[in-house]
Every structure is written in C-alpha cells, then in structure tokens.
C-alpha cells in the first residue's frame, strides 16, 4: 500500500505541492493526472525518494521511500529518462542491475516482455522514440520490483507505441504490481486504470474511481469542466 498523509512541498516561498493525501491499494493501477505545471512530477519524485517534502509523510509498504530496503521493492521511470547512447540496450539494463544488492538474472526475459529482445545488441542511439520508451520502462523492473512509478510513460508515442506501453502496464497489472503514473493522455488512462487523482495548481482535488468521476460523460470532457471549474 502507498499512503501519501497531508504532503507538501515549497521552493521558497513558491508552494509546489499542497496538503495531498492519498491511499493507493496494493496491486492496483493509479493514474495521476493534471494540466503542465501542477505539481504530477514534483509528487512523483517524492514518492520514490528523489525529493523530499516540505511537510507530511509518505509511507510504501509501511516505510519511507528512502528506507533502502524500499528503495529495492521501487521500479522509477522518468519523464525523460536518460540513457547511454554508447551501450547497447542489454548492456544497460545490465549495468541497471548491479546497482542493487541482489543479482538479477533474468533481464533477457525483461527485454522479451517489453518487446526489446530483437534489438538487445543494438546501439541505443539507434532506438526510436517508442524503443526508448519501452527500455525505460525495462529499466525500472529489472529489481522485480513490488511499486512500479511512470512519469508520463505514453508522452509523445504514436498510436502504435502508446498501444504497446498500455499492453506492458496491464501485463504487469497481472503480475499484482502497484503501478502509479503521470500521464495527461486520458483516454488510455481511462482503459487502464483502476483509480485516479486529479491535481491542480498543487492541490489535489479528486481522488477516487474513474467511472464515478465521469459518470455519463467522456474523461476528457469531464476532467476538463472540472479544471476550469476549479480555475474560475
């Protein structure tokens, strides 16, 4: 379980992140949602450890995201993660890998699940855009890890690609894992996710079911009335 208690950050005088509190079930698919600039990536870094907040707490598993032995169980993809063009992608999941404290042995299987095994000896400077994504995300499992954190992990695929990344989240949805992400992509939020949380100007302000939130209406359709409502 994630439990997110009365979070907060600020950059001086400039408040990033206010009073959030969230509970995420194990096992479930969280999609985190917000217009550019309301706080979705800030969050996300304090809840894998990067960043810590101003004020409140977050709890995975019953401990601190800095605690190492949480740190082993998390899986972070960035928003733009940043890769080894030199190294080939077997070679840096393998790299990936050594930084944790138990061997992993299985990062072929990795690659296979994402749909990267045919290109394991390719230069990632070869990659396209969508490859990219796929490895990034093969780099946050390869620890096996129990909570899985995505930072906008559809940003910028085509159809194609955005269908493939979907099909690898439910997979791991299978699997039991606890999954949140940032996205602002809504319909494949919609198809994927078992909760969601709306953030706004730092503040959140829904979190709960996606077909209570929308009711008769398109996510879209309704995430936007209910943005500009909170902005008139």
Do not use: W
Not at 156 to 180: N, S, V, W
Request: hydrophobic share 35%.
């Amino acid at each position: 379980m994630i439990k997110i208690s009365k979070l907060s950050k600020n950059y001086g005088k400039e408040k990033i992140v206010e009073n959030i509190s969230l509970t995420i079930k194990k096992g479930a698919v969280f999609g985190f949602l917000g217009p550019n600039g309301a706080g979705k990536t800030t969050t996300i870094k304090m809840l894998v450890g990067l960043s810590s907040p101003t004020h409140g707490s977050i709890k995975i598993n019953n401990k601190n995201p800095k605690d190492q032995s949480t740190r082993e169980r998390i899986g972070f993809m960035p928003e733009d993660p940043y890769f080894y063009d030199h190294l080939t992608g077997l070679e840096l999941l393998q790299f990936s890998a050594d930084l944790f404290s138990e061997p992993i042995s299985n990062i072929e299987d990795i690659l296979e699940d994402i749909g990267l095994l045919d290109a394991k000896n390719k230069m990632i400077n070869t990659y396209s855009k969508g490859m990219k994504q796929r490895l990034g995300i093969a780099q946050s499992l390869v620890n096996d890890p129990d909570y899985i954190f995505l930072d906008e992990p559809l940003d910028g695929l085509d159809p194609i690609g955005r269908a493939e990344i979907k099909k690898i989240i439910l997979k791991l949805k299978k699997q039991k894992k606890t999954i949140f992400f940032n996205s602002h992509i809504l319909a494949d939020v919609d198809e994927i996710c078992d909760e969601i949380g709306i953030i706004d100007n730092g503040k959140l302000i829904y979190s709960g079911g996606i077909k209570k939130f929308r009711g008769d209406k398109t996510l879209e359709d309704k995430f936007v009335e209910v943005i500009s409502r909170n902005n008139s």
